[in-house]
């Protein structure tokens, strides 16, 4: 079959997540970059696409001349990735969902939780593929580990321990930064900052792996540093449908950290250990035995590992290629629909619109709960209660 045919709005040149989302869309051949409109000014966005190799009528000025130049073509794009700022994610996934495309949008999916299950109504009435990007969800070993849990190697799960807690926001002295500031300030970032930026990731990565939904949660929510009207760092106790207890730690104030996701689970029967920061290895102990350290792309590992682990064992894979394991589910689900086929299981794991309205639920019971002193909140948006 032909590749498929990619988009990207937002992304522009200079901007922290485009090229991870071009490495990663480019990586398998499995797609070709087709169209864009990279970047909130015009003449630049267009001018950068075409730099990147886009044909000059299809490197658009904006997202609406995109989803007007897309939606007459026969050859229109399979896919289209939102890589904007948060604010402008609902209302392009929205359109281009209507419009009958399939979406990649990055997190958060929306500002509020209305929103979210809108969009996860959009996309179950027009059947269209609505993806969220937990990109650290396409690790190979992060696969492994919700392999182990879900074949039982843990026994029941009585604890998930996440993190994403770094250290980039520290400097008192920049707090005033422009490019730091709109992240604290509610006009801008909404009802969380840290959390609603990192701890989403932890929160979706722990649920992901135990194949438990939060249900209810308690939030420590602080601003170390005082002049911020939002939360730079976020403890969060939760329970989990499934029965797992949950503690969250977020972070963007812990000096010496770097990215600092982690994911820690203990069961009856073992417990795991898992850092993005070192995603080739997963330490892994049997109640009863020692720790061992399962390498990625090592034999016997699970087929939703195997499938997504390319270079041999001992050479490093990273972030671009857990991004390339969310795209090359998204094509093995595109393909699947244009041959008539079910999709191969090992790849239907890529996140959802549900996953994203789920976060959104989350990112609001962790601020109504920090402003109460840590009360016990429901963690579930109403159309999952
Ligand atoms: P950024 O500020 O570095 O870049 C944003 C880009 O979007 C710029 O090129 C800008 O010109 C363009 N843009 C803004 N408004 C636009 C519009 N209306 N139409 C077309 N282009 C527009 O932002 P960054 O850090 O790349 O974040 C973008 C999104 O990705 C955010 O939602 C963020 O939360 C998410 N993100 C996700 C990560 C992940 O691990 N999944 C990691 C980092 C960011």
Request: glycine share 12%; aromatic share 8%.
């Amino acid at each position: 079959m032909a590749k498929l045919r990619w988009g990207m709005i937002g992304g522009g040149e200079g901007s922290q997540i485009g090229p991870a989302h071009r490495l990663g869309a480019g990586l398998d051949g499995l797609f070709d970059f087709t169209a864009g409109a990279l970047d909130h000014r015009p003449a630049e966005g267009r001018a950068y696409g075409q730099r990147l190799g886009l044909a000059a009528d299809r490197a658009y000025g904006d997202w609406q001349e995109m989803l007007a130049g897309e939606k007459g073509r026969d050859d229109r794009i399979d896919l289209v990735t939102v890589a904007t700022p948060n604010a402008t994610h609902f209302e392009i996934t929205k359109a281009y969902l209507e419009a009958g495309f399939h979406v990649l949008c990055e997190k958060p999916m929306t500002m509020t939780v209305e929103e979210g299950e809108e969009i996860v109504k959009i996309a179950r009435a027009t059947g269209r593929i609505c993806a969220v990007n937990y990109g650290y969800s396409g690790y190979s070993l992060v696969r492994h580990m919700r392999a182990m849990v879900a074949r039982g190697d843990l026994g029941r799960i009585r604890l998930v321990k996440a993190e994403f807690a770094h250290g980039h926001h520290a400097d008192a002295g920049d707090a005033d930064n422009p490019r730091v500031r709109w992240r604290y300030d509610p006009a801008q970032a909404g009802v969380s900052a840290q959390f609603a930026d990192c701890g989403i990731h932890a929160l979706h990565m722990a649920s992901f792996v135990i194949g438990q939904e939060a249900e209810r949660l308690s939030a420590d929510t602080v601003s170390c540093i005082e002049s911020r009207e939002l939360e730079d760092d976020a403890m969060v106790n939760l329970r989990f449908d499934g029965g797992a207890v949950g503690r969250l730690w977020t972070s963007s104030v812990a000096l010496g950290r770097q990215h600092g996701l982690t994911l820690q689970v203990f069961g009856e029967k073992g417990g795991l250990r898992w850092a993005q920061e070192q995603p080739n290895q997963l330490y892994w102990m049997p109640l009863g035995g020692r720790v061992e350290t399962i390498e990625r792309g090592e034999a016997g590992l699970s087929p939703e590992a195997d499938r997504t682990s390319r270079v041999t064992i001992g050479h490093a894979e990273g972030m671009p290629l857990a991004f390339a394991n969310i795209y090359a589910d998204l094509a093995e689900a595109i393909r699947a629909e244009k041959e008539g086929r079910e999709m191969d299981p090992a790849a239907n794991l890529y996140p959802r619109a549900e996953d994203g309205v789920r976060s959104m639920a989350a990112v609001f019971a962790v601020a109504e709960s920090g402003k109460a002193e840590g009360a016990w909140t429901d963690a579930r948006p109403p159309m999952f209660r």
